[in-house]
């Protein structure tokens, strides 16, 4: 069990630091990322809501206190990188392997966090 609750902390620490690198990339690089989400297809004005929701969503993960809505952060954070990953492999940019990194974190902290820390 302690070698599972390691794991868990790890995953669930690269996966929020992942995050809230991604979220201020999102409000000091604003521009780019609009037309970043251009490029890939997506409406620019995402840019500055989902860095609010990343930040929500892990406070949301790290507290740990409304079972619930921590579901729905996990949920969100899925939903996010895979239509990342999808994006990235449909234009081809060769930018893929950073979601594909956040969506193997967020899998391993969702499933070992429902052992670890229900």
């Known amino acids: ?7 868990y902390w790890i995953a669930t620490v690269l996966f929020c630091l992942f995050m ?10 604003t521009e780019m990322m609009r037309d970043g989400f251009l490029d890939l297809g997506y409406p620019a004005y995402l840019v500055l809501p ?39 492999l449909a234009v081809q940019d060769g930018h893929e392997s950073g979601a594909m990194m956040a969506f ?5 902290s969702y499933i070992i966090g429902k052992i670890v820390r229900p």
């Open 20 to 29: 809230l690198y991604s979220a201020g990339i999102y409000f000091t690089k």
């Open 50 to 88: 989902l860095g609010v929701l990343k930040l929500t969503g892990v406070y949301v993960i790290l507290h740990n206190r409304w079972k619930s809505l921590k579901e729905w952060a996990y949920a969100g954070f899925v939903i996010n990188i895979s239509l990342a990953v999808t994006a990235h």
């Open 1 to 7: 069990m302690k070698t599972l609750r390691i794991v």
């Open 104 to 108: 193997i974190l967020v899998l391993i």
